[in-house]
């Protein structure tokens, strides 16, 4: 039992750490994930997880899809592929 108790103090410290530094990032990174595909709106251009660069030509909120169009021309997808941080650097250049 004398060992066990010296741990607690140890394992306490990992767990804070694990909360702070994995848990917490990932849930605003979540939550802004969200808020981007909720904002998107037509028009604005957007890059996809594999890079696919285009322009929102129609959203659709009751499956949760957009139609981009590229200059090969109109895709359908889901707003899941759309990637945050790269939409986010074509847009501020």
């Known amino acids: 039992m004398q060992g066990f108790s010296s741990q607690v103090p140890f394992l306490l410290l990992m767990l804070v750490i694990f909360v702070f530094f994995i848990i917490l990032p990932q849930q605003r990174r979540q939550k802004k994930e969200k808020a981007f595909m909720n904002d998107l709106k037509k028009g604005d251009r957007v890059i996809t997880k594999s890079g696919i660069h285009g322009k929102i030509a129609e ?35």
């Open 59 to 93: 959203l659709n909120d009751k499956d949760n899809t957009c139609v981009v169009e590229t200059l090969a021309g109109k895709i359908k997808m889901e707003r899941s592929s759309l990637s945050l941080e790269m939409s986010a650097k074509l847009n501020t250049k």
